[in-house]
């Protein structure tokens, strides 16, 4: 059983940076591709950037492109987003989530199947 636990995130002004991180647990992490998503208040939940098994291949929504950088390190089942120059439209619960099948690409919601509790990021302008 994998579990997954996010950490980093709290209140920022307009502008700031935050770095989330999520802790894997389990044998399978180098394995398969690592997501981020996330859901604002209301809404329903949307994906902003994934990462390959091996790191190579990245994708992000529009939105957040050049200002999140997702990131892993295979060694210590973790993965990263560093969010730089954010907004309150960032304002959301961010979670984690792990691939449990090999896709051909890892933006593809349908892949993930284990997700951390999430951890609330708050932009205030």
């Known amino acids: 059983q994998v579990q997954l636990e996010e950490s980093g995130g709290g209140l920022v002004q307009a502008g700031g940076s935050l770095r989330l991180s999520c802790a894997a647990s389990?044998?399978?992490?180098?394995?398969?591709?690592m997501g981020w998503f996330r859901q604002a208040q209301g809404k329903g939940r949307e994906f902003v950037a994934c990462i390959s098994r091996n790191g190579g291949n990245t994708y992000y929504t529009g939105s957040v492109k050049g200002r999140f950088t997702v990131s892993r390190d295979n060694a210590k089942n973790t993965v990263y987003l560093q969010m730089n120059s954010l907004k309150p439209e960032d304002t959301a619960v961010y979670f984690c989530a792990q691939a449990t099948y090999i896709a051909d690409n890892c933006y593809a919601s349908a892949q993930y199947a284990y997700w951390g509790q999430g951890t609330q990021v708050t932009v205030s302008s």
């Open positions: 389990g044998a399978t992490f180098s394995t398969y591709a």
